[in-house]
């Protein structure tokens, strides 16, 4: 069984050597679930392979703590080893140190001063329609109830504040075929993409500061497709444009800036979710960041916390290790920054 008073770097180690690429978290399931129950003060539920724990403690406020315990696939880098102050291995960043540190506290702390809800989830990594939250929200939404969550996602000791919104369309460029040695007679799709490029490189990304958290807009093209044959003008050119919006914007806002901007062109919306609000001046956020130490920046990327934003919860990212290391084969966290980050955390639950 795993023990949660061990040191929360060991306890790292521990979870990282449980295999658990997505749809594969039943064993690391199993050993939390059991971790959990034996501590005697939470109720416990399983639901799939995501294992849920609250206190009802009376308090009069309550935090959610949660972590995916799902990680990419496997770069030789299972089981996880040690070089002095570094652990490797597949989790280590993503998200596993960040999970130990929740399921130490839930041990350790003893007489929090908040009752704590804890949600370990499956599926993170894929699809969203499989992610243990959607699921959690559909057959258990009264579990996604709290005055502040903490999602344990990878930050390198900072607190990050909301998170970004993204949206991804294709935009299609057509032409008229024809034989490459009468070019004249055609219509090149895949020289006229070139306005679509020109478009976002000219595109005025703008720089929003909420609550002190200063988010960068990005819009770019992330893969483009066209061409028939060797001998044949293209008569289609397909660009995919990602757009990464502050969490100022509405998803179907960042949508419509995407029509706007291509008007003139077909466009096949992929996918668009928004981001999170940093909510930084809820009462509880704003104690979390001062026990923290007192600042907070804005999250690059989308997180599950925007899940919480949406359900108006306050959310917050903080956990170990740094995120451009995550899905790396080179995966690897510092031991010092998980004790270090864990007693932060402690101190704010204690």
């Known amino acids: 069984?795993?023990?949660?008073?061990?040191?929360?770097?060991?306890?790292?180690?521990?979870?990282?050597?449980?295999?658990?690429?997505?749809?594969?978290?039943?064993?690391?399931?199993?050993?939390?679930?059991?971790?959990?129950?034996?501590?005697?003060?939470?109720?416990?539920?399983?639901?799939?392979?995501?294992?849920?724990?609250?206190?009802?403690?009376?308090?009069?406020?309550?935090?959610?703590?949660?972590?995916?315990?799902?990680?990419?696939?496997?770069?030789?880098?299972?089981?996880?080893?040690?070089?002095?102050?570094?652990?490797?291995?597949?989790?280590?960043?993503?998200?596993?140190?960040?999970?130990?540190?929740?399921?130490?506290?839930?041990?350790?702390?003893?007489?929090?001063?908040?009752?704590?809800?804890?949600?370990?989830?499956?599926?993170?990594?894929?699809?969203?329609?499989?992610?243990?939250?959607?699921?959690?929200?559909?057959?258990?939404?009264?579990?996604?109830?709290?005055?502040?969550?903490?999602?344990?996602?990878?930050?390198?000791?900072?607190?990050?504040?909301?998170?970004?919104?993204?949206?991804?369309?294709?935009?299609?460029?057509?032409?008229?075929?024809?034989?490459?040695?009468?070019?004249?007679?055609?219509?090149?799709?895949?020289?006229?993409?070139?306005?679509?490029?020109?478009?976002?490189?000219?595109?005025?990304?703008r720089t929003v500061d909420i609550d002190g958290c200063v988010y960068r807009e990005g819009m770019n093209a992330v893969g483009t497709s066209g061409g028939v044959a060797g001998n044949v003008i293209p008569d289609e050119c397909t660009i995919k444009v990602n757009f990464r919006f502050a969490p100022d914007r509405s998803a179907q806002n960042a949508i419509a800036v995407l029509q706007g901007l291509f008007a003139d062109f077909e466009v096949q919306v992929l996918d668009a979710v928004g981001g999170a609000l940093p909510g930084l001046r809820a009462p509880a956020a704003a104690e979390f960041v001062a026990a923290a130490g007192g600042q907070a920046v804005a999250k690059y990327g989308w997180t599950d916390v925007a899940r919480f934003a949406a359900l108006g919860i306050p959310a917050v990212n903080f956990g170990p290790g740094d995120p451009s290391l995550a899905h790396t084969r080179e995966e690897h966290v510092s031991m010092t920054q998980i004790r270090e980050m864990t007693q932060v955390l402690r101190g704010f639950l204690s």
Not at 15 to 36: F, H, K, M, N
Not at 45 to 72: F, K, M, Q, W
Not at 83 to 93: A, E, Q, R, S, V
Not at 154 to 160: D, S
Request: include cysteine.
């Open 1 to 205: 069984m795993l023990d949660l008073h061990r040191d929360p770097a060991e306890l790292t180690a521990a979870l990282v050597d449980i295999a658990s690429v997505s749809g594969t978290e039943g064993p690391i399931a199993d050993a939390i679930e059991s971790a959990l129950r034996a501590q005697d003060r939470f109720l416990v539920e399983r639901l799939g392979n995501v294992v849920l724990a609250r206190t009802d403690l009376g308090r009069p406020s309550r935090v959610l703590l949660a972590g995916h315990i799902d990680t990419v696939p496997i770069a030789d880098n299972v089981p996880s080893r040690r070089d002095g102050d570094i652990l490797h291995g597949c989790g280590t960043t993503d998200m596993k140190s960040g999970d130990a540190m929740l399921l130490h506290l839930a041990a350790t702390v003893a007489d929090p001063a908040r009752d704590l809800t804890l949600i370990f989830y499956d599926c993170e990594e894929v699809e969203y329609e499989r992610n243990g939250l959607t699921r959690v929200q559909a057959e258990r939404p009264e579990w996604l109830t709290a005055d502040l969550a903490v999602l344990a996602e990878p930050t390198n000791g900072q607190v990050e504040a909301g998170c970004q919104g993204t949206a991804a369309v294709d935009v299609t460029v057509r032409g008229r075929r024809a034989h490459s040695a009468r070019s004249w007679l055609g219509d090149n799709a895949i020289h006229r993409s070139a306005v679509v490029l020109d478009r976002l490189a000219a595109f005025d990304a």
